[in-house]
Every structure is written in structure tokens, then in C-alpha cells.
């Protein structure tokens, strides 16, 4: 099935050249004077590799579905070749090598659930939940008063993931943080 520049939107998972890509950007622009076109930013879900490409409307798009297959995995264990991971279903396990988990290892926990594209048979690319919960491994201490300044530091997570916290935060915490751009979101209790 060929997509038309309508269906061009952020997140659709897409193949051209018989490469699987995700839309990370999509824009629609109609300069008034010649025809409307759709500006997409995509990622090679094998490679990571980003592109820029313009369709114009009412032409084909040569944007196919990819052959894609998601399963529903839960984080096992990592060992010296990359990272292992449960099928919830078969219960068979599923490796990825380090380049291809990238750096997604810094948010994965023993026991986090989460989605592995296939194409073709082989596992590319994993897809995180937007946020999760981490301990803070590392962090310096806040300055008595600052707790209410807005003022933010460093703190090294349980997984070697660096954020910026509020001064407040004490190592031990419990933190939400959001896998898409790698910021704290808030304390959890525990």
C-alpha cells in the first residue's frame, strides 16, 4: 500500500527504497503560488541514520508500508555481545547488539516491558515507553534555601543516564524520567 503525502505524519512507520523508516518531523506547507508539499524528517530504524525528504501533493510518494513486525518484549539482561529480552509471548529470548539498542541501554532495567520492531525477521530497533522510573545512583548535595530557587544539578542514574534535577533531589530518589528528550519529569514515591 502506497502512502499519499496526507498520510505523511509524525510516528508512522514507513519503507522507502525497501528500508524501514519512522516520520520524527512531518510539515505541511502550501505557498499560495505553485503546489502544496509535505517536508518529512526521517529515521532509519536500521541504521539511525536521519534524512530530510519533500513530496509534493498529488504525486506519488514512492512511501510504502514497511514490512514491520512489533513485539512486546521485557528487558532480561546485557552481556558483553549487547542486550537480551524476553518475548512476552513465545517466551523466547531476543538479541539485540549494542549498536542497534544505542542509546535506549541508558533507560533499560531488569524487568521494563517495551517494543522491538522486526523487519524481515531480524529485531532492528526497540521502542521505549515515554517515561520511566529510575534511582538516582549519584548526585551532589543541595544547598540549604536553594530547595525553592528553581536551580537545577547533575545526578548520575542507576543506569549511567545524566540528568539535570531540581536541588532537592537526594541519591536514593526514585525519579520519572521522560525517554524522549531524557529530562526528569518529577519524584516518585515509593
Known sequence: MEFQTTDL????????????FVIIKSDFTNPGKGSAFVKVKL???ESGLVI???????VSTGVFKP??????V???????????????????????????????????????KLNVFFYKGL??????PNFVNLIVQ???????GDTASGG?????????????????????????????NSEYVERVNK
Open 74 to 112: 521485557e528487558y532480561m539482561y546485557s552481556d558483553i555481545d549487547g542486550f537480551n529480552f524476553m518475548d512476552q509471548v513465545t517466551y523466547e529470548t531476543v538479541h539485540m547488539d549494542n549498536e542497534r539498542v544505542g542509546d535506549a541501554k541508558n533507560f533499560l532495567q531488569e524487568g521494563i
Open 152 to 180: 537545577m544539578k547533575k545526578a548520575i542514574m542507576d543506569t549511567g543516564l545524566q540528568v539535570n534535577v531540581p536541588l532537592f533531589i537526594k541519591e536514593g530518589e526514585v525519579l520519572k524520567i521522560d525517554t524522549r
Open 9 to 20: 505524519k509524525k510516528g508512522l512507520k514507513v519503507a522507502i527504497d525497501d528500508k524501514p
Open 43 to 45: 529515521k532509519n530504524l
Open 138 to 144: 549519584q548526585t551532589d548535595p543541595g544547598l540549604k
Open 67 to 72: 514490512d514491520l513486525e512489533e513485539k512486546e
Open 123 to 128: 529485531p532492528i530497533s526497540i521502542e521505549l
Open 52 to 58: 530530510e525528504r519533500t513530496f509534493k501533493s498529488g
